[in-house]
C-alpha cells in the first residue's frame, strides 16, 4: 500500500488526481482515460455564502464588462461571474456555493455568440484537462467557502465561454434550463438585434442549431413551437422565427445531426406548429404580424396527425414489394427506402420528381440528376445523408408505367406533409370546406395554367375571385383547423399568380394585357395588405380603365397612379428590409449560412411575392406610358454637366454635411427633396420621383449641380455597378443624358471650387418689435416681406393678399440683450463661437437656447396690437404665439441652413431673419409658379406646380409629385407635365410665421427655404386623397380656368416687378386667388 499524507489546514487542495502504473505489465491504467479521482474533505460552512460575495471583491475598483448571477440546482445554489479587465487582459472569475467538488466544462465562442470551440492551450488554467477533444474541464478551487475560478485570456480574448458544472462525486451535471451557460467577454457594438429580449431569442435558436446535440427537422420545429407561444404575434418576434425558418427552408441549416426521426413524429411537429401559427393569426389584430405569419407557413410543410406521416414510411415499402424490388444494398431504391425510413425532408420531393422525370425520359440519367440540382439537392447532397444515396436508379422498361402511376401518387404523399404551396395538395386538403363552383374554378385553373395564352387575365382573374370567396371564409372561419387548411390553399393560389405572370408576361407584353394585370395583382396585394393607399390607388385604376384612351394625357394620369403605388411598394419592401434583413444577418453569420443567402436575403423573399410582380408589371407598362407621353427615360432638373466619381448611397440624407474632396456624382435611391447638396458633389442621379421646385432641385439649379431622375432601372442598376469610377455628363442638344467612363479627373477637375457668397450687412439696429404691411422697407426685413408690400399695389384686385405684420432684424438681438435674457445670451455665444468645432452637438443646444428664451415686457402686448389693427386673428396663449416667434428664430441653427452657410462661406452672424406674420389662408389649391421655365430657359414660359391644400406639401418634406403644368405666356397654352401623386392634403386656419432673412434674395444663391415657417395650430388637418372624383383630375375644364389664372398671376407678378423672373407662391380659396410671396427667381 502507499500512504500520502496531505496538510488538512491547506485548503487549496480539493482532489487527488492519480493513475496507476504496472511495471511487471508495462501497463498503465488511468480509469479508461478519466483518472481517478479522491476528493478531500474539507471543512464546510453551517450557511450558505451567496456565490455573488465571492466576486465583489474581485472586481472592486476594476473596469467590468459583463457580471451576472444564475439560481441552479437545489434552493439557494447559485453560478456568479464577473468579467473584467486587469490592465490589457481580460479576465474572467466564476463562483459558486454549491458545496464539494466542481469542475467547469467549457469551451469558446470565437466567430459567434454560444459556440462550442476548443480553447487555445494559453487559456487553461493549471490543472485543466482536455475532454474528448471537443471541450476543457477546469476544477474549481475553494476559497472562504466558495468554489472559485479565475480565468486569464490575455489582450486577445474569445467572444465569451459557453459551459456547464460537473460534480464528480455524483456524476450531477448543472445546466441553464437543460442548455449551456454564456458569458459574454467581448460586448459587440455592432450587428445587434433590436432588443435584449430578442437577442435572447436568438441566442437560443443559435444555441441549438449550432450545438453538438442531435437535430432535425422535427427538434427545429418543435422548438419554434415553444418560443412562437412566447413571442406571439409580437412582429419583431415573428420577424426573426421566420428568418430562421427560411434559413432551413433553404437548407442553410442541418436537417438531420444523429437522430432518426420518423415520419409521423415530424408530421406531427408540423401539424402542432402550424395549427399554433393559425391561431396567432386568427386572435391577431396587427396585420403586419399576419403578413409574417404567412411567411413562415410558406416554409413549414402542414404536417398532420394519424397515419399522414406514416404513409410516407408505408407506401414506399408497398411499391418496391408490388413490383418486387428487393431490399438489398447497392440500389438506388433501397437506399432511397432507407433515407426514407431514417429521417425524411422536403429533398424526398425533389428526389421523387427528379427519378418521375427519369422515368418519363426512359432512364436518362442526366435527366435525373439535373432535376436534383434544379431542385437544390446535388450529388454531394445525395451522398451525405446518414442513410446516403450513392447508386445511381436502374431503370426497369416493363416497370416504366406502372412506376409512374405509383410515384405520381408518392410524389402527393410526400407533399402532404412537406410541401407548403402545392396547389393541387392544398385543394385537396380545403374542398370540402368550399363551394363545389369554387372546387370547379380552381380545377379548371389548374387545366390551363400550363398553357394560358390569351386567356391569361380571364385565368388571373378567375384566381381572384377564387382568393376573395377564400379569404372572406377565413376572415367568418374560427375552426383553426379549417382556416390552417384554406390558409395554404390561399399561399399556394398566390404562389400561383406570380408563376403565371412571371412565366408570360415579359417587356413586350401588349398594354391591353398588362392594364388589366395592375388591377388584378394590385386587388391580391389588398388581401394581405390592404390600406388606405392601396385602396384609393385600385379605386382611381379602375376609373382610368374604364375611361382609356390611347393619349398623352392618360398617358400622364396612369403613370401618376402607378408613382404613387410604386412609392407604397418601396415603402412595404423598406418595412420588410427593417423588419427582417439585420435579423437575416445576424442569424445568418451565427449559422455560418451561405454569404449570398444572407446579402440577398430579403431581396430573396420579395421576389417570391406579388410584390415582386407588381413591381414587375408597373416597370413594363412605366416604359409604354413614358413613350406615349414623350417623357423619355429622364427627368432633367437641374440641367448642368458634370464629372466626378460615382458614389451609391441609400439615401441623400444618409451623406448631409460630408464633404468630398473629390468632384463626387452621387447615384441614389431615395431624395426626400429638402436636402443640401454636400460639398463636393457635382451631379446627383436619384430613381425617385423629386417635386422639381424642391428645396434641393432649386439648391442644384443654384449650384450648377446636375440633378435629374432617372426611370430606367437597367440604366440605374449599371451606375451603381460603376462606383468608384470617373463619369462625364453631358446634355445633348435634344436634352437627353449622356453618360460616358472617362480615365482619370484632370488636375484642375480633382478639387471642388469652393463657393463664396458675397452677403450685404444689414443694419440690426432695434426700432420696433412690430411693424405693419405699410411700414414694410429693405432696410428691416427681408425679401419676403418687401417684395411682397413692394408689388401689392400694382396687381389688380382679383389677386388678393393676406393680413399681414412683420417683426424686424433687430428684434432678435434685443430680446438677447434683454436684462431677463442675460445668462441664456452668455450661453448662446458660447455655443456660436464654438458650433464649427462639432456642429452635430452643438446646433440642438443652440436651437434649445433660443427656445428658452424671456420674451421683454412690452414685446407681445406690442404685437397684439398691432396684429389686431391690421385685421389678423391673434392666439389665445400668449406662450403659443411666442413659441412660434421663437422656433423661427431656432431655425437658423437647423443642420440644412448651417451645412448651406458653410459650404458657402457665408459668416453665421451675417444671416438676420426677420418674421412675416400672415394670416393662413385656408387654401382648396396652393401653387408655386418660376415666370421663366427653370429647364429650358425659356422667358415666354413659366412653370408651376399646384397641389391640393396648404402649399406646405409642395415646399415641404411631403412624398410624391405635385401637378405641374407649363404656359405658354403669349398664348396661355397650358401643357400638362405630371398629374399629382401626393398622398396626404393640409387643411386649416389660424396664423403662418415665416421665415424672412437677409440671405434669401441673392445673386447666385437661394436662400430660400432653408429657415422655418411654422403654421399654429401646428397640427393642420392631414386629409387622405382619393384622386378618384378630385375635379383637378377628372374635370378638364375647370383644371384649365385654374392654372390658366395661376398663371396670369405669375404674369401680373413678374409685370409689377419690372419683368424680373420671380419666385411665387400663392393660393386659391372658395373662389378666390391669393399672392403670398415672391422673391426674384435664381
Not at 49 to 62: L, N, P, Q, T
Not at 524 to 551: G, H, I, M, P, V
Not at 628 to 637: F, K, M, N, S
Request: glycine fraction near 6%.
Amino acid at each position: 500500500y502507499l500512504s500520502i499524507k496531505i496538510d488538512a489546514n491547506n485548503k487549496d487542495y480539493r482532489f487527488l488526481n492519480f493513475v496507476l502504473f504496472f511495471p511487471d505489465e508495462n501497463r498503465w491504467d488511468n480509469n479508461r482515460g478519466k483518472n481517478y479521482i479522491i476528493r478531500l474533505p474539507i471543512e464546510t460552512t453551517t450557511h450558505k455564502i451567496s456565490a455573488v460575495e465571492g466576486i465583489k471583491e474581485e472586481i472592486k475598483d476594476r473596469e467590468v464588462i459583463h457580471e451576472s448571477v444564475e439560481t441552479i440546482g437545489k434552493e439557494g445554489e447559485e453560478v456568479a461571474w464577473a468579467v473584467y479587465k486587469d490592465g490589457d487582459h481580460y479576465k474572467v472569475t466564476i463562483t459558486s456555493n454549491i458545496e464539494g467538488g466542481l469542475i467547469l466544462h467549457w469551451g469558446v465562442s470565437k466567430n459567434v455568440k454560444r459556440e462550442w470551440l476548443l480553447p487555445d492551450k494559453s487559456y487553461l488554467p493549471e490543472g485543466s484537462e482536455i475532454f474528448e477533444n471537443s471541450a476543457a474541464r477546469t476544477p474549481f478551487i475553494v476559497e472562504d467557502g466558495l468554489n472559485t475560478l479565475r480565468l486569464d485570456f490575455g489582450k486577445n480574448p474569445p467572444l465569451g465561454i459557453s459551459f456547464v458544472l460537473f460534480q464528480p462525486e455524483s456524476g450531477r451535471w448543472l445546466k441553464k434550463h437543460g442548455g449551456n451557460f454564456y458569458i459574454p467577454i467581448v460586448l459587440e457594438q455592432e450587428g445587434q438585434l433590436e432588443t435584449p429580449t430578442l437577442s435572447s431569442l436568438a441566442d437560443e435558436i443559435i444555441s441549438a442549431e449550432m450545438g453538438k446535440s442531435s437535430w432535425t427537422l422535427m427538434h427545429r420545429f418543435n422548438l419554434c413551437y415553444d418560443l412562437l407561444k412566447r413571442v406571439w404575434d409580437d412582429r419583431e418576434g415573428l420577424a426573426l422565427l421566420f428568418v430562421w425558418l427560411r434559413f432551413s427552408a433553404i437548407r442553410q441549416l442541418d436537417w438531420q445531426r444523429r437522430y432518426n426521426t420518423k415520419p409521423r413524429e415530424l408530421s406531427h411537429a408540423q401539424d402542432r406548429l402550424t395549427l399554433l401559427l393559425t391561431e396567432i393569426y386568427k386572435k391577431s389584430k396587427n396585420l403586419v404580424s399576419k403578413r409574417l405569419i404567412r411567411l413562415m407557413l410558406s416554409t413549414v410543410g402542414r404536417g398532420g396527425e394519424g397515419g399522414v406521416g406514416q404513409r410516407i414510411r408505408d407506401e414506399i415499402l408497398n411499391i418496391m414489394h408490388r413490383h418486387k424490388i428487393k431490399e438489398v444494398a447497392g440500389h438506388f431504391m433501397e437506399e432511397w427506402h432507407q433515407k426514407l425510413h431514417n429521417n425524411t425532408t422536403p429533398d424526398d420531393i425533389v428526389i421523387c420528381e427528379a427519378y418521375l422525370a427519369f422515368l418519363r425520359s426512359d432512364g436518362d440519367l442526366d435527366v435525373f440528376y439535373k432535376t436534383c440540382e434544379a431542385g437544390g439537392v446535388s450529388k454531394e447532397r445525395l451522398r451525405s445523408y446518414e442513410r446516403p444515396i450513392v447508386t445511381d436508379p436502374d431503370f426497369v422498361p416493363h416497370l416504366k408505367e406502372a412506376l409512374i402511376k405509383d410515384f405520381e401518387n408518392y410524389l402527393k404523399i410526400l407533399k402532404a406533409v412537406h410541401a407548403a404551396n402545392d396547389l393541387e395538395i392544398a385543394l385537396e386538403r380545403a374542398k370540402d370546406f368550399l363551394e363545389g363552383k369554387t372546387v370547379e374554378s380552381i380545377n379548371e385553373l389548374l387545366k390551363h395554367s400550363k398553357d394560358p395564352g390569351s386567356k391569361i387575365v380571364e385565368l388571373l382573374q378567375r384566381l381572384t375571385d377564387i382568393r376573395e370567396e377564400i379569404n372572406r371564409i377565413i376572415e367568418e372561419e374560427h375552426d383553426i383547423y379549417k382556416v390552417r387548411d384554406l390558409l395554404y390553399l390561399d399561399l399556394a393560389l398566390e404562389d400561383h399568380l406570380r408563376l403565371l405572370i412571371e412565366r408570360n408576361i415579359d417587356p413586350h407584353t401588349d398594354e391591353d394585357v398588362l392594364i388589366p394585370l395592375i388591377s388584378i395583382v394590385l386587388k391580391n396585394l389588398r388581401f394581405s395588405k390592404d390600406n388606405k393607399e392601396l385602396s384609393a390607388c385600385y379605386s382611381q385604376w379602375e376609373a382610368l380603365r374604364s375611361k382609356r384612351t390611347y393619349d398623352k394625357d392618360w398617358a400622364l394620369k396612369a403613370k401618376s397612379v402607378l408613382d404613387r403605388l410604386s412609392r407604397e411598394i418601396g415603402e412595404f419592401i423598406d418595412l420588410y428590409h427593417i423588419l427582417i434583413q439585420k435579423k437575416a444577418e445576424y442569424l445568418g453569420k451565427a449559422f455560418h449560412a451561405d454569404p449570398w443567402t444572407i446579402e440577398l436575403f430579403t431581396e430573396e423573399v420579395i421576389r417570391g411575392r406579388p410584390l415582386f410582380v407588381m413591381s414587375m408589371l408597373i416597370r413594363y407598362l412605366e416604359a409604354k406610358l413614358r413613350k406615349r407621353a414623350h417623357l423619355g427615360d429622364w427627368q432633367v432638373i437641374s440641367p448642368n454637366s458634370a464629372i466626378g466619381e460615382i458614389v451609391v448611397v441609400n439615401s441623400l440624407k444618409s451623406i448631409q454635411g460630408k464633404s468630398f474632396e473629390r468632384p463626387t456624382i452621387v447615384i441614389t435611391d431615395k431624395v426626400f427633396g429638402d436636402e443640401e447638396p454636400p460639398r463636393g458633389v457635382t451631379g446627383i442621379i436619384t430613381h425617385s420621383a423629386v417635386d422639381i421646385l424642391s428645396h434641393i432641385a432649386v439648391r442644384t439649379r443654384n449650384y450648377h449641380i446636375f440633378f435629374a431622375t432617372c426611370y430606367e432601372s437597367d440604366i440605374i442598376n449599371t451606375l451603381k455597378s460603376m462606383e468608384g469610377k470617373v463619369v462625364r455628363i453631358n446634355i445633348d442638344g435634344s436634352g437627353g443624358v449622356n453618360i460616358e467612363e472617362v480615365e482619370e479627373l484632370s488636375t484642375s477637375e480633382k478639387q471642388p471650387a469652393l463657393t463664396t457668397i458675397h452677403i450685404e450687412d444689414v443694419d440690426a439696429t432695434f426700432t420696433s418689435y412690430v411693424i405693419p404691411f405699410r411700414m414694410f422697407n429693405k432696410k428691416v426685413v427681408g425679401g419676403k416681406s418687401y417684395n411682397l408690400k413692394r408689388i401689392r399695389d400694382k396687381l389688380p384686385d382679383w389677386i388678393k393678399t393676406p393680413p399681414s405684420v412683420a417683426m424686424p432684424f433687430g428684434v432678435f438681438q434685443r430680446v438677447l440683450d434683454d436684462e431677463k435674457n442675460r445668462d441664456i445670451a452668455v450661453l448662446y455665444n458660447r455655443l456660436v463661437s464654438e458650433v464649427d468645432k462639432d456642429y452635430k452637438k452643438i446646433l440642438p443646444e443652440l436651437k434649445k437656447t433660443v427656445l428658452s428664451l424671456r420674451p421683454p415686457e412690452d414685446l407681445l402686448p406690442t404685437l397684439y396690437k398691432v396684429m389686431e389693427e391690421e385685421g389678423l386673428p391673434t392666439l389665445r396663449e400668449e406662450e403659443d404665439l411666442w413659441m412660434c416667434i421663437k422656433r423661427v428664430w431656432a431655425s437658423k441653427w437647423n443642420e440644412r441652413a448651417y451645412l448651406s452657410r458653410r459650404a458657402n462661406n457665408i459668416p453665421h452672424e451675417a444671416i438676420k431673419i426677420a418674421i412675416l406674420i400672415q394670416q393662413l389662408v385656408e387654401a382648396d389649391y396652393a401653387f408655386v409658379i418660376h415666370t421663366i421655365n427653370p429647364f429650358t430657359k425659356d422667358k415666354n414660359e413659366l412653370y408651376g406646380e399646384v397641389v391640393l391644400g396648404l402649399g406646405e406639401t409642395l415646399v415641404g418634406n411631403y412624398p410624391g409629385r405635385a401637378l405641374s403644368f407649363i404656359c405658354n405666356k403669349n398664348t396661355m397654352e397650358i401643357e400638362i407635365v405630371s398629374y399629382p401623386d401626393k398622398s396626404v392634403a393640409l387643411y386649416g386656419s389660424g396664423l403662418i410665421f415665416r421665415s424672412d432673412s437677409s440671405g434669401e434674395d441673392l445673386e447666385k444663391y437661394a436662400g430660400a427655404g432653408l429657415y422655418d415657417s411654422i403654421l399654429f395650430p401646428p397640427n393642420k388637418g392631414e386629409v387622405f386623397i382619393d384622386y378618384t372624383n378630385e375635379p383637378l383630375i377628372t374635370d378638364e375644364r375647370f383644371r384649365t380656368e385654374l392654372l390658366r389664372n395661376i398663371a396670369k398671376i405669375g404674369i401680373e407678378v413678374e409685370k409689377a416687378c419690372d419683368y424680373i423672373a420671380q419666385d411665387i407662391e400663392g393660393a386659391y380659396s372658395k373662389g378666390e386667388y391669393y399672392l403670398l410671396q415672391s422673391r426674384n427667381q435664381v
